[in-house]
């Protein structure tokens, strides 16, 4: 089985300055794993995916992710954070079925 | 490429009432997802279809619940009655997972769903 772990229920970050969201997985072989954003009162959009070529991701609007086999981590960062980042963000892993926690919800302060 | 299309964007019933959601896929995506998700919280699968073949139904409620896609594209999902605790966005998704390691899923922008 395999399930995943966000860290952080919340992050707050100053606009201009790095954005990391953490996420763990647990899995008993190689995931596919992604990172999903939501904005208020929108459905999920895919930020970036990982599925097991380059481990270093690069996904939408500046983020990226890399696979930490070793520390079973898919962090999310983004080098300057911009106050249209600010919204929910999931990450979430499968075989045949998305499993979501309650996400990681960032704001961005001035 | 049009996205996940879903229907209505928002729904008010009062509690008893019947209410029916409706979702059409990606063109080409044979795997559709219905998503419950609560306020603050992420999404829950109900029910995944595999063209009209229902795969995964386990969490959805059946004694009020149901949903059907019978020609393997567009899809419905029905309450009746709706109660209170119904109330919450309705998601919809779809993916293409016949090809190897492309399972990625792709979502619509939900059913509002407010029950008085």
């Known amino acids: 089985a395999q399930s995943v772990t966000q860290l952080d229920s919340h992050v707050s970050v100053s606009e201009g300055t790095p954005v990391l969201l953490r996420c763990n997985y647990s899995?008993?072989?190689?995931?596919?794993l992604f990172w999903y954003v939501q904005h208020p009162n929108k459905g999920l959009q895919l930020l970036l995916k990982?599925?097991?070529?380059?481990?270093l991701v690069k996904g939408i609007n500046g983020f990226e992710a890399e696979f930490k086999k070793s520390e079973t981590s898919f962090h999310l960062t983004k080098p300057s954070a911009h106050m249209s980042d600010a919204a929910e963000y999931f990450c979430?892993?499968?075989?045949?079925?998305?499993?979501f926690g309650t996400g990681t919800r960032l704001q961005v302060t001035l | 490429e049009a996205g996940v299309v879903q229907s209505p964007r928002y729904k008010i019933i009062e509690k008893k009432q019947p209410v029916a959601f409706w979702c059409n896929p990606i063109?080409?995506?044979?795997?559709l997802y219905w998503y419950l998700q609560n306020l603050g919280q992420g999404p829950e699968l109900l029910i995944r279809?595999?063209?009209?073949?229902?795969?995964?139904d386990s969490q959805l409620p059946k004694d009020r619940f149901s949903a059907e896609r019978l020609k393997g594209v567009d899809s419905t999902l029905k309450i009746q009655p709706a109660e209170l605790g119904d109330s919450a966005v309705y998601l919809c998704?779809?993916?293409?997972?016949?090809?190897?390691?492309?399972?990625?899923?792709?979502f619509g922008p939900g059913t509002r769903l407010t029950v008085l």
């Open positions: 990982y599925t097991s070529a380059a481990t």
């Open positions: 899995s008993s072989y190689s995931p596919s």
């Open positions: 063109s080409g995506h044979n795997t």
């Open positions: 279809y595999e063209n009209e073949e229902a795969v995964d």
């Open positions: 998704a779809s993916s293409d997972t016949r090809a190897p390691r492309v399972d990625t899923q792709y």
């Open positions: 979430t892993g499968t075989a045949s079925k998305l499993t």
